[in-house]
C-alpha cells in the first residue's frame, strides 16, 4: 500500500471535516462478496479506499459504494451494468459515476476517465493522485 494513498485520503478526510454519506463503509466480508459477485478481485489501494474513502462526502465527486442493499444510489454492481452498456472498457472497474461519466482503474492501476463521447485521454498515474487533483482539487 503507497503511503501516498493514505495520506491523499488523510487530505480528503480533513477537508470534507469529516463529513458522510449514510451508508457504513464497507468492511472485508461485504469487499469479498462484491469480488466474488464479479470476479474480480480488487487490489489493495482499492480496497483501502473503499473502507477509507468510498463514504466521504465532499464537492460533488460521490464515489461509486459497496452496499448490502444492491438497490442503494451509486452501488457499485448497478453502475457497471450501465457502464459497460454505455461502452466503458470492460477491463476497466468503474470507481465513480459523474453525470454518466466515469472514473476508472485500469489494469495497471491508473485511473482513467471515460466520457460518453468515449474513452478519453484524460487519466492520473494512482488513485492518491486522482483524489487530489479530482475530487479535492476540482479539476
Do not use: H
Amino acid at each position: 500500500m503507497q503511503s501516498k494513498l493514505i495520506e491523499a485520503v488523510g487530505a480528503l478526510i480533513n477537508a470534507s471535516a469529516g463529513e458522510r454519506i449514510r451508508l457504513p463503509a464497507p468492511d472485508d466480508e461485504l469487499i469479498d462478496s462484491y469480488e466474488s459477485q464479479m470476479e474480480i478481485t480488487f487490489g489493495d489501494e482499492y480496497r483501502y479506499f473503499l473502507k477509507n474513502a468510498s463514504t466521504i462526502y465532499f464537492g460533488n465527486i460521490e464515489p461509486l459504494v459497496l452496499s448490502r442493499d444492491i438497490n442503494s444510489r451509486g452501488d457499485l454492481l448497478q453502475a457497471i451494468k450501465v457502464a459497460r452498456r454505455l461502452g466503458v472498457p470492460f477491463k476497466w472497474l468503474p470507481v465513480c459515476e459523474d453525470n454518466g461519466d466515469y472514473y476508472c482503474l485500469d489494469q495497471t492501476g491508473n485511473i482513467r476517465f471515460w466520457s460518453g463521447d468515449g474513452v478519453s485521454s484524460e487519466s492520473w498515474p494512482t488513485l492518491a493522485d486522482w483524489i487530489i487533483d479530482v475530487w479535492i482539487g476540482g479539476n
